[in-house]
C-alpha cells in the first residue's frame, strides 16, 4: 500500500510540474460559495443570488485586487479592466441569470458544463424567452469565478443548487411545463435530478431533457483523479491538485483545471450510469421524461459511444432522439486523415435495434459540402427521410466540437467572424499563419473551432421539440 501511495504521489507530482505558476486565481479560497452544507440557510434561488452576490465581492477582493493591471495584463481575464474581463461585457454572464416573461409558457432550466459558465447558454436562453418561456441560466457551484473553486467543489453541491433552481421555476410557471437545457456536465446534473424526481413523490419531474454534448461517459484515467486530488491538499504539493494550469484569457471559461473537477464528473457519471442501468433491469426506463440530445460525431471531451450505450439505447421508445452532427465527409477525403474520425455514425446507420429517433446532419454526398438531415426512425433499417438545410460547411472546418455546439456563428466571442472594433478580444475563428512561438494563445487551443455553423439548424428543432412537448402535456 505504501509502494501504491508513493507512486501515486510521484505520478500526481510530475503531472502538477507542468504549466505554469499558481496565481492569484489558483490560490484564492472563496468561503461565499454554496455548497449542500448551506441547505438550510439557501432554500430558495433568492437566496442563493444573495449569496452570489457575496461570493462575487469576496473574488473581487481575493482575486482581482491581487492583480496588475496596464497594457502587459490585457489578456488576463482577473485585470480590471483588461479585454478578457468579463465586466467589460455587461452583464457579466458569469453570474446566474433570470429572464420573466409576463404569461409564460413553462420554464426552462439551463445548466453548463465544466469549467464554463452561464455565458454558454445564454443565446438559447434568450431566444427562449423571446418565445415565452420564463428562464434560468444556473451559475452552478465552483464556476464562474476562479479555477481555485474547483478543488474543493463536490458534485452533491452542483446537483443541490439544481434543485434550488428547478423549484424557483415550478414555483413561478405553478403547473405549466417545466423543461431542462444541459450542456455537457450541466447535463449529466440533470439526469441527475430526475432520476432524484423518481424518488421524490414531492419532486415536479421535467417535462424533457434537452442534452447538448452529454458527459454521459469520461475516460477511466479519470479515477485517477480523486486521489491526486487528495495528494494536492498536502502541504507543499499544491501544485499536484492542478492537471494543467495556463494562462487565463477566456472571460466565461477556466482554462486551469484542478484535477478534483474530473473526480467529481467521474463519480456524477458513474452515479447516473448506474441508476440508468437499474432502470433498465427494472424495466422502468419509461418513467424517464424524452429526451433530445445534440451531439459532435467526434468529441475529445466526453466518450462519444457513452450517450447510446450508457442512456438512449437503455430506455424504450420514449420519444427519444439523437441528433449527431456528422464530420465533413467532404474535406474528410484526405491522406492526412489516417482513419475515419466518425465511426459512431456509421454504427447508428447501421444498427435496426435503436429505440430512438436519429438525425444525422452532414454532407449531401462525399462530393458536396451542402448540408442535409437524414432522419432515422426508431427500429428503423435505413433513414426514412431527408431534408436539405440550405447550408454547407464553412471552408476549412472538418468537424465540429465538443465546445462549439451551443455557440451561434455570430457569437461575439467564438464565433465565426470577427467584431468590427479589433480591440475586442475575439476567440473565434482566426485565420493565421506564421511562425510557432509567436501568438500569445496556443496553436492547440486555436485548432478547435468553438462555434456550431449549423447552430440555427439546432435551435430550430430545439424549438419544435419544444412546442410537441409542451402540447402532449
Known sequence: MRICCAILIAVAWLGGCGGQPLQPWHTAK???EFTVDMADQVQSFEDYLTLEDRLFDELQAKVYAE?????EYALV???????????TRPPNRNRSFELKPEDPLGGILLLHGLTDSPYTLHDLGEKLHEMGYWVIGLRIPGHGTAPSALKTVR??????AVKIGMDHLVKRVGDKPVHIV?????ATLALDLVLNSIDDPEARMPASLILISPSIGISAAAALARPTAAVGRIPGLTSVGWAQTTPEFDPYKYNSFPVNGGAQVHQLTRSVSSRVSSLERAGNGGIMPPILVFKSAVDATVTTDAVVDLLLARLPDNGNELVLFDINRH???SILLVSDPGPLTNRLVADASLPFALTVIGNESAESAKIVARHKAPFAADFTSTESLNMEWPRGVISLSHVALPFATDDPLYGQFPPEDRNKLFLGQMEIRGERGLLKISSDWLLRIRYNPFYSAMEDRVLEWLNSAKLSR
Not at 492583480?67 to 497594457?71: D, L, M
Not at 444541459?182 to 450541466?186: A, D, I, M, T
Open 30 to 32: 472563496l468561503s461565499s
Open 67 to 71: 492583480v496588475g493591471t496596464g497594457p
Open 77 to 87: 481575464r482577473y485585470s480590471s479592466g483588461s479585454a478578457a474581463d468579463p465586466d
Open 155 to 160: 458534485w452533491r453541491d452542483m446537483a443541490a
Open 182 to 186: 444541459g450542456y455537457s456536465n450541466g
Open 331 to 333: 474535406a474528410g477525403a
